[in-house]
């Protein structure tokens, strides 16, 4: 799987141009799939109105309208309740996932009780995530980002990286998204990290990661 990994969509054209290159193709000949679900976790987002403008391509976040041939949903929590072959197909024929922010705990784990974690390496989609949907990736966010509970506690997530994410850099509404914070934060990471602000994204081919910007990020290696 390939994944392009963004703060907040594909909002310029130096991350919309590796999205095609990923892709091998135009976005106008690719189906997608997205998923809400991070978002139902996080109180600032859903469930509801914002919810629905993810979907409907409606959000300030380029990701559902950037013209794909069709767009499904797949949400994670429906799945543990209907039978794996009514979904498996659809996702390993999907060209693109699109993975909505929100909470990245609670989206690790759906994605773990939905069955779609274990689905994920294999497939050859490219994965779109934004915000949680990037920190997700990670083997753990860190306990800053820590907000919805999981039930055994802790900041684990997905670990098909091997790095963690600080999204939002130096965003007007998060003035707590600072480079001094996000120093902070990596220095009680065990692992690499980047800070990324809303002009940037994380390439991720074979497991080998390139910066895509048109703003500012920073890696601090471990």
């Not at 914002?50 to 069709?70: C, R, T, Y």
């Not at 994670?76 to 024929?93: D, G, H």
């Not at 009680?188 to 809303?198: E, F, R």
Request: proline share 7%; aromatic share 8%.
């Amino acid at each position: 799987m390939k994944l392009l990994l963004t703060s907040a969509g594909v909002n310029n054209k130096s991350m919309h141009d590796a999205l095609v290159d990923m892709l091998g193709k135009p976005i106008a000949d690719c189906n997608a799939l997205c998923i809400p679900t991070a978002m139902y976790g996080h109180p600032w987002v859903g469930p509801g109105v914002k919810a629905w403008q993810f979907i409907s391509g409606n959000s300030e976040n380029p990701m559902v309208d950037l013209g794909w041939k069709s767009v499904g949903v797949l949400e994670l929590t429906a799945l543990p309740s209907i039978a794996k072959e009514r979904w498996v197909p659809a996702v390993r024929e999907t060209e693109v996932l699109l993975v909505s922010g929100g909470d990245a705990l609670y989206l690790s784990y759906w994605m773990r009780q939905s069955g779609l974690a274990e689905l994920l390496p294999s497939l050859q989609a490219v994965y779109v995530g934004m915000s949680a949907g990037s920190m997700v990736m990670a083997p753990n966010i860190g306990e800053l980002f820590v907000g919805w509970t999981p039930p055994n506690g802790g900041d684990e997530t997905l670990g098909l990286v091997d790095f963690a994410i600080f999204p939002h850099l130096d965003h007007e509404l998060l003035p707590g998204n600072t480079m001094a914070a996000a120093e902070r934060w990596a220095a009680g990471m065990q692992g690499p990290t980047y800070a990324i602000d809303d002009q940037t994204a994380i390439k991720v081919i074979d497991g080998a990661a390139e910066v895509v910007s048109e703003g500012k990020w920073k890696y601090f290696p471990r």
